[in-house]
């Protein structure tokens, strides 16, 4: 089984910039696969970013050369750095994990199977 828990999430204003963690524990070698994903209030969970076992990235348009995705296969630990943080990224932000993603469905919430529990991202104007 695999449990993933999610740190970092505060409240900062438009403009600033926070890291978030997502720390897995158990099954490790299935989160291959692993992305953020984000809730807003009302609204429908979006992929933010993903990255595969090679380390290969896709982010979603909205925040494409603002947050950075990584990962620390010693720590078993994935990363969100957000920088220019914007009132419209005030959501909770989720990490999720699967042993294979279909690399053109790394942002599509379907694809994978294990979720963390949130952490609450908001950003002040």
């Known amino acids: 089984q695999v449990q993933l828990v999610e740190l970092g999430g505060n409240s900062v204003q438009a403009g600033g910039s926070l890291r978030l963690s997502c720390v897995v524990r158990?099954?490790?070698?299935?989160?291959?696969?692993m992305g953020w994903f984000r809730q807003a209030s009302g609204k429908e969970r979006e992929g933010v970013a993903a990255?595969?076992?090679?380390?290969?990235?896709d982010y979603a348009d909205s925040v494409q050369g603002r947050f950075t995705i990584s990962k620390d296969n010693a720590k078993n630990t994935l990363y969100l750095q957000m920088n220019s943080l914007e009132p419209e990224d005030t959501a909770m932000y989720y990490c999720a994990a699967d042993l294979w993603v279909t690399r053109h469905l790394s942002l599509l919430r379907s694809s994978y199977k294990f979720w963390g529990q949130g952490t609450q991202v908001t950003v002040s104007s």
């Open positions: 990255i595969d076992r090679l380390g290969r990235t």
């Open positions: 158990g099954d490790i070698s299935s989160t291959l696969f």
